[in-house]
């Protein structure tokens, strides 16, 4: 297997669960040293990850707040000196219209899925530069490209990242750091079971439903991280800005 990640320094939120495990299961499998970041840890995830030879810092963050990000990029900068590749994807949902939320909710979404996106961004970006380059890769969502019913902040949120990674493609290309966003369909992630639950459905309907895609089915967590790793690597060294949908051609016949 090819090592594209050896002692590359990966800060990973949303680490704990679903699409974040999954990734830095599969960059700890490339010799990444492997940051979670997430707000409730998964010492389990720690432990294995550890115990397989990974080194692997956990650390306990709301990426909606400044005070905490400043807390994780400075621990990992004393602890390891550098950062080469930022994945931004801690994210929640809220299956609402807009007549149904209410502000504290709207808030609440957009600043765990986009303003955090700002916030570890800006941190990580001068040492990046001053090292010579690096990665970010921001999980958006199918639902960054087109909209969802009941799904108005959320769909905000996320065709927000999109726009802001194209934003941040733009001013940071010349100091050769590269970012792009990944934008899934529906994903098996303890995070599409509660969607359906919040829509009044049984835990598995979102999956069963994701039947009519031209693959046939959902995502798995790992097929997310496939993609994530090939656009953090030197795999993608021509491609900044990009909106990679990986949905299994749920979004194939949109225009
Ligand atoms: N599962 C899907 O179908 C799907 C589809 C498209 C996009 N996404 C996106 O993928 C990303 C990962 O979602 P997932 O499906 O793996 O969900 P998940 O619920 O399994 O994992 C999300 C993780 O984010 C963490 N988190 C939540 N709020 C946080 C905060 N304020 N600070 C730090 N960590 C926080 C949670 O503790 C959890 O570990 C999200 O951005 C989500 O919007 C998921």
């Known amino acids: ?77 004393e ?16 299956r609402a219209t807009v007549e149904e939320l209410d502000e504290a909710q709207w808030d609440h979404v957009m600043a765990v899925n986009l303003k955090s996106v700002f916030l570890l961004s800006r941190l990580v970006i001068g040492p990046m530069r001053r090292q010579g380059g690096g990665s970010i890769v921001n999980t958006a969502s199918g639902w960054g490209l087109v909209g969802g019913d009941q799904a108005a902040v959320y769909c905000a949120s996320k065709g927000g990242v999109v726009l802001l990674t194209k934003a941040m493609a ?29 829509l009044g459905l049984h835990g598995d309907a979102l999956a069963a439903a994701a039947s009519s895609r031209p693959l046939g089915r959902a995502g798995r967590p790992e097929e997310i991280a496939d993609a994530v790793l090939f656009l953090a690597s030197g795999q993608s060294s021509f491609i900044t800005g990009e909106a990679l949908v990986v949905d299994g051609g749920g979004l194939a016949g949109s225009a």
């Open 170 to 198: 733009i001013d940071h290309g010349p100091h050769k750091i590269r970012v792009n966003c990944i934008c899934p369909g529906d994903t098996l992630t303890p995070m599409l079971s509660d969607e359906a639950r919040q």
């Open 79 to 94: 602890r390891f000196g550098r950062i080469d590749v930022l994945f931004n994807n801690a994210g929640i949902t809220r």
């Open 1 to 77: 297997m090819s090592m594209r990640f050896d002692r590359h320094v990966v800060i990973i939120t949303g680490a704990s669960s679903g699409i974040g495990a999954a990734t830095a299961r599969a960059f700890a499998r490339e010799q990444a040293i492997v940051v979670l970041a997430d707000l409730r840890p998964n010492e389990a995830l720690h432990h294995q990850l550890e115990g397989e030879g990974t080194a692997v810092l956990s650390v306990t963050v709301d990426v909606a707040s400044s005070a905490d990000c400043e807390r994780l990029v400075n621990q990992v900068l």
